[in-house]
T-cell receptor, first 113, second 114 residues
Framework: GAGVSQSPSNKVTEKGKDVELRCDPI?????LYWYRQSLGQGLEFLIY????????KSGLPSDRFSAERTGGSVSTLTIQRTQQEDSAVYLC???????????FGEGSRLTVL | AQSVTQLDSHVSVSEGTPVLLRCNYS??????LFWYVQHPNKGLQLLLK??????LVKGINGFEAEFKKSETSFHLTKPSAHMSDAAEYFC????????????FGKGTKLSVKP
């Protein structure tokens, strides 16, 4: 596609429910990143994919968080048993290869009630 | 180890006055450096990037940054602030290491007063 697409743009869920956030990268971009941005905070690194593998998942906050990428393309970030502190904007970014600029999606705003 | 420090969490300027957002980096290798801007409720957009060509880099919307190896700095400047420049700005270093080779600064919020 023309840009990085994220869905849903907004998600409101109840505490304890599972949520899935989706990222459609720019075609051909091999590197894909997930970040979390809480209100008034900077970007918190979550996980990085190179192709379908995740060389660095050190930023995932707990085992309730997982992510996968299939076909070197779409990625999903799954949060199980959501907690209120999971409320944030989840940003996906992709880049061609391992250099060059990042292209960001507009984010998925998650609100856990 | 690589790191990036944005020296000011918040900068406030008057419209029409110069903007200076400071960024210092630490890297064992020749880094690539980027500035991104995030307007409220929007995704991040690339302003400019340095990739070992000219040390003075010009970006969009009249912004520029100068790579100074001796000072390990990559400060972002603009001669005359506009109201539409009010946003959050992130300095990013790309170097070998973890996190997919990207290290983000904590951001500087720029306010522009009329």
């Amino acid at each position: 596609g023309a840009g990085v697409s994220q869905s849903p743009s907004n998600k409101v869920t109840e505490k304890g429910k599972d949520v899935e956030l989706r990222c459609d990268p720019i075609s051909g971009h091999t590197a894909l990143y997930w970040y979390r941005q809480s209100l008034g905070q900077g970007l918190e690194f979550l996980i990085y994919f190179q192709g379908n593998s995740a060389p660095d998942k050190s930023g995932l906050p707990s085992d309730r968080f997982s992510a996968e990428r299939t076909g070197g393309s779409v990625s999903t970030l799954t949060i199980q048993r959501t907690q209120q502190e999971d409320s944030a904007v989840y940003l996906c970014a992709t880049r061609e290869g391992n250099t060059g600029e990042l292209f960001f999606g507009e984010g998925s705003r998650l609100t856990v009630l | 180890a690589q790191s990036v420090t944005q020296l000011d969490s918040h900068v406030s300027v008057s419209e029409g006055t110069p903007v200076l957002l400071r960024c210092n980096y630490s890297s064992s290798y020749s880094p690539s450096l980027f500035w991104y801007v995030q307007h409220p409720n929007k995704g991040l957009q690339l302003l400019l990037k340095y990739t070992s060509a000219a040390t003075l880099v010009k970006g969009i919307n009249g912004f520029e940054a100068e790579f100074k190896k001796s000072e390990t700095s990559f400060h972002l400047t603009k001669p005359s602030a506009h109201m539409s420049d009010a946003a959050e700005y992130f300095c990013v270093v790309s170097a070998r290491g973890s996190q997919g080779n990207l290290i983000f600064g904590k951001g500087t919020k720029l306010s522009v007063k009329p």
